[in-house]
């Protein structure tokens, strides 16, 4: 099928033949064959690499009104933003922050992209924008299994298909297990093929060799480990080598951020690409150690890429990585469920990570996700993905083979009935006001992923006592007339909370900081006051404490005790409590003016690290403010903080 036989205006036909692309790929045309160009419904699980962007394209081209495209990340949201901006004639938005606006200026968009967290809010505070989408087009849609995102993206999906019956949805995803399911709960025709523009094999390294799952074999020079290295970096090292020597660009994942600093720290050694003005460039966003130890990497063409990096650092090695200056990444695991860095051999050293309690193996899924990233077309004649095994011995080998080179991934599962989760979405549909009983709650979550999956679970007898918690909470307010179904309303604390996009448990807690402060000698209410309420909410992403500052951040608490809301010999949990001071006071500290590096050198923060949390504090701020006037407490504080910030 060639791109001039798509009913698509003539200059959007003309900018995909200037870029290249005359014929579909297969799984494209199928999508084509499945109606994706005349409103149909469509689940696409095909590779990366694929042309599912292309996919999603066509959807939002020829719906006839306005599109929505749903992503998990940011990044992921900027990146796609850019790509739909390069469309003639037609106009893109973005929205990805401030989930209490409701941005009706993207109403005049043909393309919105936004993140699942955003339009659930839009939802929440009434955008008219989404009244009027014809086509939702949702990216990795087999995150409806990660329990943090994947009630929102669910509920979201079932909102808008209430209130759009009509509405084409098209979801994406590279790695699924159970895609009829997807399809089957939406209504819509499943493409599903393995087929990539790139091929990919996939094996496992061991004792100089890497046996590939099309029965090929790959020798690997590698030198002996000295006394301070060890076999597996020296393989993937060697690796990386071999595949820059070909003329190709590697990604290699490893478990955590301080192996990813080590490991290109380790390949820099031995300089890849003589890269001084990039590093230049790195060096002007900031000095921080971390940009610093960045910098040092980037000249020798390596870098590495985790959460604790900030974010302009981050796009600036993701796009150097695209523009082929750089020629290795070394990242954690989240890299591959983000932006697009494709590469030509895809090395996972580590396999395993820390949960808190033990070293547990990577989930299928996300070892797929990886891998999937090996192969660029136009770029790659082939795409390579090795795993590194922990032994030489054939055990360790035929472990990796069976549990991931020859495995599925796992099925998506939802996780809306996670407590916190329900709770959290029975309060924003009756607050949003599309329900305003236990009955059309019901009703709502009945078109979820959750009640399609498990249709024998007594959905009735978990709302209800939702419901009872809700009203305990006073957020919601049960009534009626005694003789049909009790009413539902969300109380004016309850709309509050729901429309500032914080959780009832989180709402709950700043409504007794609130309370408290209000209590206090208005002298002794200050900004650690204000910064202390929110850092210690479950919404608030926190820190942790090192050995060696635990004792100055205990005495630092003590000589503030009377400006902290919580006494210190009268919390559920001292050591994150004190964990919430830290944060209050590294915030304060930024607030009157200490730089980003004298913080991450003090606190062992990383730069990217105090960013998201910069941020999260302002909105937590906002939303303690909003709540601190519906209890009718006098506390300006919270206002003037968040000014500062």
């Known amino acids: 099928m060639h791109v001039r036989d798509l009913p698509l205006p003539g200059p959007v036909l003309e900018h995909y033949e200037s870029g290249g692309i005359e014929e579909l790929y297969p799984p494209q045309a199928a999508a084509v064959e499945a109606g994706v160009t005349e409103g149909a419904r469509l689940v696409a699980a095909i590779p990366t690499a694929s042309g599912k962007t292309f996919i999603a394209e066509l959807a939002m081209l020829t719906a006839g009104g306005p599109a929505l495209y749903i992503v998990p990340l940011r990044a992921l949201a900027r990146e796609k933003y850019e790509t739909f901006s390069e469309l003639p004639g037609v106009s893109v938005g973005i929205s990805t922050g401030d989930f209490d606006a409701t941005d009706e200026d993207l109403a005049g968009n043909d393309i919105v992209v936004a993140t699942a967290e955003k339009v659930d809010s839009a939802i929440r505070t009434g955008a008219s924008w989404v009244e009027s989408l014809a086509c939702v087009v949702v990216d990795e849609v087999h995150l409806l299994g990660s329990d943090g995102r994947g009630p929102t993206l669910e509920v979201t999906l079932?909102?808008?298909?209430?209130?759009?019956?009509?509405?084409?949805?098209?979801?994406?995803?590279?790695?699924?297990?159970?895609?009829?399911?997807?399809?089957?709960?939406?209504?819509?025709?499943?493409?599903?093929?393995?087929?990539?523009?790139?091929?990919?094999?996939?094996?496992?390294?061991?004792?100089?060799?890497?046996?590939?799952?099309?029965?090929?074999?790959?020798?690997?020079?590698?030198?002996?480990?000295?006394?301070?290295?060890?076999?597996?970096?020296?393989?993937?090292?060697?690796?990386?080598?071999?595949?820059?020597?070909?003329?190709?660009?590697?990604?290699?994942?490893?478990?955590?951020?301080?192996?990813?600093?080590?490991?290109?720290?380790?390949?820099?050694?031995?300089?890849?690409?003589?890269?001084?003005?990039?590093?230049?460039?790195?060096?002007?966003?900031?000095?921080?150690?971390?940009?610093?130890?960045?910098?040092?990497?980037?000249?020798?063409?390596?870098?590495?890429?985790?959460?604790?990096?900030?974010?302009?650092?981050?796009?600036?090695?993701?796009?150097?990585?695209?523009?082929?200056?750089?020629?290795?990444?070394?990242?954690?695991?989240?890299?591959?469920?983000?932006?697009?860095?494709?590469?030509?051999?895809?090395?996972?050293?580590?396999?395993?990570?820390?949960?808190?309690?033990?070293?547990?193996?990577?989930?299928?899924?996300?070892?797929?996700?990886?891998?999937?990233?090996?192969?660029?077309?136009?770029?790659?004649?082939?795409?390579?993905?090795?795993?590194?095994?922990?032994?030489?011995?054939?055990?360790?080998?035929?472990?990796?083979?069976?549990r991931y080179v020859t495995a599925g991934p796992e099925a998506v599962e939802s996780k809306l009935a996670a407590r916190d989760a329900l709770r959290t979405h029975v309060l924003s549909v009756v607050a949003s006001g599309f329900a305003d009983s236990q009955e059309s709650v019901l009703d709502l979550l009945d078109a979820t992923f959750f009640a399609h999956q498990s249709p024998d679970v007594d959905l009735t007898r978990l709302v209800g006592s939702v419901v009872e918690e809700l009203v305990g909470m006073e957020m919601l307010a049960a009534g009626g007339d005694g003789e049909g179904e009790a009413e539902l309303a969300a109380t004016e604390l309850g709309g509050v909370v729901s429309r500032q996009y914080v959780t009832p448990e989180t709402g709950a807690r700043l409504v007794d900081g609130v309370r408290a402060a209000a209590g206090m000698d208005p002298e002794n209410v200050t900004e650690l006051t204000a910064l202390e309420i929110v850092c210690d909410t479950p919404d608030m992403h926190g820190t942790y404490l090192g050995n060696r500052e635990r004792a100055a951040m205990y005495r630092f608490a003590s000589g503030h005790a009377a400006e902290f809301t919580t006494a210190m010999n009268d919390t559920d949990d001292f050591e994150e409590w004190l964990c919430a001071v830290k944060l209050a006071r590294i915030v304060r500290e930024w607030t009157e003016g200490e730089s980003v590096e004298a913080i991450v050198e003090n606190y062992r923060i990383g730069p990217g690290d105090l960013e998201a949390r910069l941020e999260r504090v302002e909105w937590l701020l906002g939303a303690a403010d909003a709540i601190a006037a519906v209890v009718e407490a006098n506390l300006p504080v919270f206002r003037e903080v968040r000014e500062r910030l």
């Open 158 to 402: 079932a909102t808008l298909q209430r209130r759009a019956p009509g509405l084409q949805i098209v979801a994406l995803s590279a790695t699924v297990d159970n895609p009829e399911d997807i399809a089957d709960w939406l209504d819509a025709e499943l493409v599903e093929t393995t087929w990539r523009p790139v091929s990919l094999r996939t094996g496992v390294y061991a004792d100089g060799d890497v046996r590939f799952d099309d029965e090929s074999t790959l020798a690997v020079d590698v030198e002996a480990p000295g006394p301070n290295e060890d076999g597996a970096t020296e393989a993937t090292a060697a690796l990386v080598a071999d595949a820059v020597d070909d003329g190709g660009q590697c990604l290699a994942f490893v478990r955590s951020r301080r192996e990813a600093e080590s490991l290109a720290r380790r390949l820099a050694m031995e300089p890849l690409a003589d890269c001084p003005e990039l590093a230049d460039a790195v060096s002007e966003l900031g000095r921080t150690e971390t940009g610093t130890r960045l910098a040092d990497a980037v000249e020798s063409g390596v870098a590495f890429h985790h959460a604790g990096v900030r974010s302009s650092h981050r796009a600036l090695v993701e796009n150097a990585f695209r523009e082929r200056t750089l020629k290795v990444i070394c990242a954690t695991p989240t890299l591959a469920a983000g932006v697009n860095v494709p590469a030509r051999r895809v090395v996972v050293r580590d396999l395993k990570r820390y949960t808190g309690e033990e070293m547990a193996w990577l989930p299928v899924l996300e070892v797929h996700q990886m891998c999937g990233r090996a192969g660029r077309p136009h770029l790659d004649p082939y795409g390579e993905a090795v795993l590194l095994a922990e032994g030489d011995d054939d055990a360790a080998v035929a472990e990796l083979w069976d």
